[in-house]
């Protein structure tokens, strides 16, 4: 009988469980003073793009918004708690999307504004949905939901370009590679 090949490598998984790791303490770590919706998708985005941009196989990003949001929810990051698990996979799914949709190719800027952005954007719609379904009356969803979507827009955008960048650089240095091994 033949041994079955796992889907992740060992190196993979520590590689995304790392990169769902830094998710959380970059969370726990930086806190802006800004008043401003989705200013946090600057470094949201920046470990869930690298991640997927270097394992390069569906599933990643997925992984990596199911183990931070396993840890958020253990250090209880956000009054959510338990649904903070959809936020960060809807955070990942979308980004484990558009990585496959680019050829996972997010080392070009704009591949990475626009994964940001998604990832960003999906983030919000989730934690608004959850917001709804807890009982937070939709008037005040809706009074927010505009202004929310620009600002989760335009950081998860700069957070996906930073990370674009940093991944360009990467394998630029020769840190990675493109072809798979």
């Known amino acids: 009988m033949a041994i ?15 990169c769902a790791a830094l998710i959380v303490v970059l ?22 793009i690298i991640g997927v941009g270097i394992v390069k196989k569906p599933g990643a ?3 990596i918004g199911l183990i931070s ?6 250090f209880g990051l956000n009054t ?19 990585g496959f949709l680019f050829f996972y190719r997010l080392d070009h800027p704009a591949a990475g504004f ?18 709804t379904f807890l009982g937070i009356p939709a008037a005040f969803i809706v009074i927010g939901i505009g202004t929310a979507s620009i600002t989760h827009f335009i950081f ?3 957070g996906g370009l930073v990370a674009a960048l940093v991944l360009a650089r990467l394998l630029k240095a020769g840190v990675i590679t493109r072809d798979k091994t």
């Not at 079955?4 to 790392?18: G, M």
């Not at 626009?114 to 917001?131: H, T």
């Open 4 to 18: 079955k090949k796992p889907y992740f490598s060992l190196q993979e998984i520590a590689l995304l469980s790392l």
């Open 27 to 48: 969370n726990t770590t930086f806190t802006l003073p800004l008043k401003i919706p989705g200013h946090t998708g600057i470094y949201w985005v920046v470990p869930v």
């Open 61 to 63: 990003g997925t992984f």
């Open 69 to 74: 949001g396993i840890l958020a929810t253990l």
């Open 80 to 98: 959510l708690h338990i649904f903070n698990l959809f936020i960060y996979l809807a955070l990942g799914g979308i980004i484990d999307i558009l």
């Open 114 to 131: 626009i994964a940001g952005a998604a990832g960003n954007l999906a983030k919000m719609v989730v934690n608004f949905s959850l917001q």
């Open 156 to 158: 998860g955008g700069v």
